[in-house]
């Protein structure tokens, strides 16, 4: 059986197959779907992925490969300890994670959390700075909408997660796009946000370690971004959800660290670090030594939003003090050192595809960015057409760089098992080799013949 089954999803019903269907009926009826989400939908990364998905034929004669998106835990060589699976197990025969919880969270799950995170800060954080959320994704969600004012706008990276932009938009909040810089190991243009804050410039968000582009900030680029903010008059968003896969030189430092200078909130979760992105638990952390958040009415929006929404999985929530307990950095060591292995594999390979190249090693999360030398290639646009044809013609999904927001890059997964990423890479370098550029090509063959 595949492991990536439960991805092949049969697809909804087109717009234009419901306009053809029954339209003697359609108007009887006073009732007419909603369309607020319609905006939102289209710049997440589900959409791209799906119409990947249905690019891909059986003609082809080989498996699909799904390296679009990250979900390491389908794969046995990233099974989560056996500890975590024991102590949800324990809960679970024991009954107590039967009930519901408070909309922010059990107490001890609330300081179970505070307790793994004040062991990387200097300024503590409480169980009552701590809210527990369905995962990284809904901290996202209740964060854009907690800060929905009207005519504000929030900075966000780019290339990014796309979930931000999308709650963005459903939320009515203005995105203001600041760039990563490759050639400075993608660190934050600090210099081009200034220029585009305005009074109407409420956050930035920054992701650390950084998904996508895998580095990982120094504390010296952090304390600039908080004495950016402090300037600005602006909180700082962190999403730190990676911080437990990293397997490069650079050691990560929570932004929490800078909250005496600016005001920060953190998005943490188990689903990355403990490879259990199905369990949906994540959290959001208040750092504000200060009572900004209070005193500014954030923190009671934040409340007023979880009151709202779906409670976090108590019976997870109940296991939490033990997994958090019993975590420590040998834990992660093993998937660490499957991902470096992997990245290693995919960037010696890519050294014989020219047309596809790593321009810098990530030191974190389970993706690797690349660039595409376009004009290398003939009968390819832009990287959507590039990953279109690719998986029309290899049944190989890669995601398209402007799915993040970075025209003409593509992201490959390497949080797969090896040998996946073998037959991905041979399967890609066909396709660059076939739609090389003639004279390329015969340069390509020159060279792999001496």
């Avoid at 099974?79 to 009930?99: F, M, P, Q, Y």
């Avoid at 009572?291 to 929404?309: M, P, R």
């Avoid at 010696?348 to 974190?364: F, G, M, N, Q, Y």
């Avoid at 040998?419 to 060279?447: I, N, P, V, W």
């Amino acid at each position: 059986m595949s492991y990536h089954n439960h991805l092949l999803v049969s697809a909804h019903q087109t717009e234009e197959e419901a306009e053809t269907q029954h339209e003697s009926e359609k108007s009887v009826w006073r009732f007419r779907g909603s369309d607020t989400a319609a905006k939102a939908s289209s710049v997440t990364m589900r959409v791209i992925v799906y119409k990947l998905f249905d690019l891909c034929t059986p003609d082809v004669k080989k498996p699909l490969l799904p390296l679009a998106h990250g979900d390491p835990s389908v794969y046995p060589c990233y099974r989560t300890s056996i500890h975590v699976e024991n102590a949800v197990a324990d809960v679970l025969r024991s009954g107590k994670g039967n009930s519901y919880g408070p909309a922010a969270g059990i107490l001890p799950a609330r300081q179970a959390v505070a307790d793994f995170v004040n062991r990387d800060l200097t300024i503590k954080v409480t169980p009552n700075d701590v809210y527990m959320t369905v995962g990284c994704n809904q901290g996202i969600e209740v964060l854009m909408q907690a800060l929905a004012a009207p005519n504000a706008n929030i900075f966000l990276p780019r290339p990014s997660y796309p979930h931000y932009e999308a709650r963005c938009v459903y939320s009515g909040l203005e995105v203001r796009k600041y760039d990563l810089l490759p050639e400075n190991e993608w660190e934050i243009d600090l210099q081009g946000i200034e220029t585009m804050a305005d009074e109407n410039t409420v956050a930035m968000v920054i992701i650390n370690p950084n998904n996508p582009c895998g580095n990982v900030y120094t504390y010296e680029h952090l304390k600039k971004v908080a004495e950016m903010a402090r300037k600005l008059g602006i909180m700082v968003i962190t999403d730190e959800v990676y911080s437990q896969t990293i397997f490069g030189d650079n050691p990560f430092v929570p932004m929490g660290e800078f909250s005496s200078i600016a005001p920060v909130i953190t998005l943490g979760g188990i689903s990355k670090g403990w490879i259990v992105p199905g369990w949906r638990i994540g959290w959001i952390t208040l750092n504000d030594p200060k009572g900004i958040f209070k005193s500014t009415g954030v923190a009671q929006s934040i409340q007023q939003n979880l009151d709202i929404t779906p409670d976090a999985n108590t019976l997870v929530q109940n296991a939490l003090p033990q997994i958090l307990e019993k975590s420590n950095k040998q834990m992660f060591a093993k998937k660490n050192s499957i991902l470096k292995q992997n990245l290693d594999l995919v960037c010696d390979k890519l050294k014989d595809i020219p047309c596809v190249v790593c321009t810098k090693k990530p030191e974190s999360c389970t993706y690797l960015l690349t660039k595409l030398e376009l004009p290398l290639m003939e009968d390819i646009e832009d990287d959507m057409d590039f990953c279109m044809k690719l998986a029309a013609e290899e049944n190989l999904v890669l995601l398209p760089g402007v799915a993040l927001g970075l025209k003409n890059w593509v992201r490959i997964t390497i949080g797969v098992e090896a040998q996946m990423l073998e037959d991905a890479l041979d399967r890609l370098k066909g396709f660059c080799q076939r739609h090389l550029k003639k004279t390329e090509a015969s340069s390509l063959q020159s060279s792999e013949a001496e």
